[in-house]
DNA sequence: CTTAGGG
DNA sequence: CCCTAAG
């Protein structure tokens, strides 16, 4: 058991959190250098914690809070540290090891197998792993001691990566990996044993909440069956039943980001449902507190199991077992609940003062107000100076150091060799040319880029690729020498089998590839789009130019980032970047944000028209779902956090007015 | 460092 | 996406 991990065994390893807030900060509580394993959840229903042992200190049993769980990734806190460590949730994904301490990101497969099999927690246990020294041979010192899988020993997982075989599975193993639930504590609850979702609206609200473990085990099949027609009765009207292969793999690329040559239909469609369940089997919590009762509010989540939720805040477990808003929120919900109880709107109030009193009587569209940023007012008086130009961008620059510690050192150590870099100045037309200074490096630091995805399976597709773009042609701005031989000389090998590379997502054609000798080599279209350094634009197939480093939404990110805003709600991107966005070291929470924003925008454009599954715009980007933008609108409206003049469009009296119990931020918008 | 907004 | 201001 200790003796390290046998090839060809699943484990939950702990994963770099993001690049944005940094691993350590996150993942490694402090002192102890260690983090707990963690087990994803069980049949049970309630378990959201595990006992596992911490090596190498001792074999003592620890308990550990299962707070989220994605497809590939699973979150815990230590459990019964109740504040401290719900801001410290740690990361583990689902990896495979092949042997002498390699690791490969689990395949899509393997994750849905695991999650599926995790229920029978019969036929899995954890081991620690004393191997690190053996899985680490990486410069990250953290990376090393941190280090801690814990297995699942299901060798049948590796079996179920061939499509034309996972056909002739039992249903158990094949159709449950719809449902999510299993995996998540936090669905426990919530699986509906039959019936459509939208019938279920009404009863399920007095359905008795009793764990339905023993009713939902045998129809799991049921379940899935149910689930796809449903899903093609939300109003998105996604129907993968009735998709012709062509169509499901255009759907598939659709989800995923990438084609696919599979044509083995269940295949396709377990996949797309899985990569949409994410979304659509979440339950949301969509209910208002008032006056010491639970208000289900109006809205409705795709499949309408948010009623179940209601449950959860009368049983008496509830509290302790909630998967996501009761943890994470944890000890301050209650107190939020206080808020809202005592009816003393207390968040109203203590905030209201605060604020600056221009702002008092703009109830709904406090906005920031900002006053022209440094980059307008050089602009606009460039433009009209044209012989300060230079030095007074630099010395702007320079007066606002510290903030841009990636511009300084680049400066210092090559001055010369870009001499006069101007671009194009497009502020009214003027054609003034201003230096480039501000521009020399359009990515975001790259902190300990490469350890960082060491984990990701997102990332290592683009780390290889780094790695052979670290020898082609530097393009202008290549002062980045040092990223480049920090590139080189770190061994990409950490993952180094891994054939797909991608983006993390729900998706592996490995299998499917290996199968079928696919015709189509080229699976990943997008990830080169990202290798960094290449910060111009590329052509990109209809003539338009694209910039370079721009990686294309894929659904399942869309899903993600919407299921995170329902958790965290609107406004902690941060947050819900640690945790649902672990696994995408691109994707910084201000891109969330902004993809939000884009959503919303989305959501409610499409809003008049309110039909046609996907939109049929000739949008190079993904065309996202309608149920999808349903969500996105619903969760707005839930979090008030639709403009006026949108609102109007849609509800009437309910607008500014109720903040529910999900918005934990209420005061402030 | 994080979030909000403008570009 | 990028950038910056404001906390």
Redesign the pocket.
């Known amino acids: 058991m200790w003796d390290g991990l046998k090839v060809n065994t699943l484990a939950w390893v702990p994963a770099r959190a ?1 690049r ?3 691993y350590a ?1 996150h993942a490694k509580p402090s002192g102890k250098g260690l983090k707990k394993p963690v087990y994803a959840g069980d049949r049970t229903g309630k378990l959201s914690t595990v006992n596992v042992p911490i090596y190498p200190h001792n074999t003592q049993a620890h308990s550990v809070h299962v707070v989220e769980c994605y497809m590939e990734t699973v979150v815990a806190v230590e459990e019964g540290e109740g504040n401290k460590q719900v801001a410290d949730p740690v990361v583990y994904q689902l990896a495979r090891v092949v042997g002498d301490g390699i690791y490969i990101p689990a395949t899509n497969d393997e994750v849905m197998n695991a999650e599926d099999l995790i229920d029978h927690k019969s036929s899995l246990h954890f081991v620690l792993d004393n191997s690190q020294t053996a899985v680490c041979t990486s410069n990250d010192d953290t990376f090393d001691q941190d280090f801690m899988p814990i297995v699942c020993e299901l060798e049948d997982i590796l079996k179920l990566e061939d499509p034309s075989t996972q056909e002739e599975k039992s249903d158990a193993v094949v159709d449950t990996t719809v449902d999510l639930s299993k995996l998540n504590p936090q669905f426990e609850e919530v699986a509906p044993s039959e019936s459509t979702p939208l019938d279920q609206s009404g009863d399920k609200k007095q359905a008795d909440p009793v764990p339905e473990s023993a009713e939902s085990e045998p129809s799991i099949s049921t379940v899935c069956d149910s689930w796809k027609p449903d899903f093609s009765k939300l109003k998105g009207e996604i129907c993968l039943d009735n998709l012709s292969v062509k169509e499901l793999q255009a759907t598939f690329k659709a989800t995923f980001g990438r084609e696919t040559s599979v044509k083995d239909k269940q295949w396709l469609k377990r996949r797309i449902s899985m990569g949409l369940s994410n979304s659509c089997d979440v339950s949301i919590t969509t209910f208002n507190i008032e006056n010491n009762e639970v208000k289900k509010d109006k809205l409705e989540d795709c499949n309408n199991k948010d009623e179940n939720r209601n449950k959860d805040l009368t049983r008496p477990e509830g509290r302790n077992v909630g998967g996501d808003d009761k943890i994470l929120a944890g000890q301050s919900q209650n107190i939020q609940m206080e808020d809202h109880l005592s009816g003393s709107s207390k968040n109203m109030q203590s905030d209201a003062p605060k604020r ?1 009193i221009a702002f008092e009587d703009d109830s709904q ?14 602009e606009a008086s460039e433009s009209d100076s044209r012989d300060y130009s230079g030095r007074q961008v630099s010395s702007v ?1 320079s007066s ?1 150091n510290g ?3 990636r511009v300084k050192p680049i400066h210092n150590i090559q001055p010369v060799r870009r001499p006069l870099v101007t671009r194009q100045d ?1 502020l009214g037309g003027s054609g003034v040319e201003i230096p480039y200074v ?7 630091p790259r ?1 300990n880029f490469m350890s960082l995805m060491r984990f990701q399976p997102c990332g290592i597709g683009m780390a290889t690729r780094l790695v052979n773009k670290a020898h082609d042609g530097h393009d202008p701005q290549s002062d980045n020498d040092v990223e480049n031989q920090e590139l080189k000389a770190t061994p990409t090998t950490k993952w180094p089998l891994q054939p797909e590379p991608g983006e993390n997502e729900q998706y592996s054609e490995q299998s499917a590839d290996i199968n079928n000798n696919s015709d189509e080599g080229h699976v990943d279209s997008y990830a080169d789009v ?1 290798s960094d350094e290449n ?1 111009l634009t590329v052509p990109t197939a209809k003539g338009g130019m694209r ?1 370079k ?5 894929t659904l399942s990110e869309v899903v993600k980032l919407v299921e995170g805003v329902s958790r965290h709600g ?9 945790i649902a966005f672990a696994t995408c070291p ?10 939000w ?2 959503l919303l925008r989305a959501s409610f454009a499409q809003l008049p028209a309110e039909k046609g599954v996907q939109n049929s715009k000739k949008h190079s980007s993904i065309p996202i779902p309608a149920p999808i933008l349903l969500r996105v609108r619903e969760l707005a409206e839930m979090q008030s ?1 639709v403009s006026p003049d949108l609102r109007a469009v849609k509800f009437d009296g309910h607008s500014g007015t109720g903040r529910n119990a999900n918005d934990i ?1 209420s005061g ?2």
Do not use: C, M
Not at 570 to 578: L, Q
């Open positions: 993001s944005s807030t940094g900060k600056p569209g406090n906005k920031r107000v900002r006053k022209p940023t440094r980059r307008y007012i050089e620059r606002g903030s841009r510690t497009s501000s521009r020399i490096r359009r990515g975001r902190e990202d910060i910039r480093h721009h990686r294309p939404w609107a406004g902690r991107w941060s947050e819900i970047k640690r691109h994707r910084t929470s201000v891109d969330l944000k902004d993809k924003r884009n956090q931020r402030f918008l």
